[in-house]
């Protein structure tokens, strides 16, 4: 199964984690994040938009400007980073809004797309920007950085298990 989700969210949560694993609570230029996450100033300035209007990230301008966070990591859930860069975390429109479908009643996945719903949104919900900070190796200078995540080439699995050789990016 393959649920995905949106690069804005993807580089948004990478972007949110670099700035809190700086050193101090100095602002943080984009072009420097941008650079260590490999994402394009442009892109990357739409992100940290609605985490700025979100009270996520504080903006500074001028000399020795950049983002920094507003919150301590602790005090930061990832649901609501997700919701302020996703919208909304339903897994179909039907989970949220009954009504944008005729067969919402009587429809017999409707309760599965809820549940795996309310399961994503559990474990977001549950997690903070801290304990992101403390997973794996996100402590070291660089960990969040995608050179692990660049295009490969390699067997990748196809449907019912077969591989086959081909380009794919770990992003």
Known sequence: MHVKLSTRSRYGMRALLDIALQSSNEPVRLKEIAGRQDVSLSY????????????????????????????????????????LLEGSLSTTDCVRHPDVCQRSASCATRTLWTEMAEAMDSVLRTKTLADLMHQGDADVPGACAPDAMRPFRGPVPGPGGATKERERSAI
């Open 44 to 83: 990357l300035e739409h992100i940290v938009g609605p985490l700025i209007a979100g009270g996520v990230l504080r903006s500074t301008r001028g000399p020795g400007g950049g983002v920094s966070l507003l919150r301590r990591p602790e005090d930061i859930p990832l649901g609501e980073v997700m919701r």
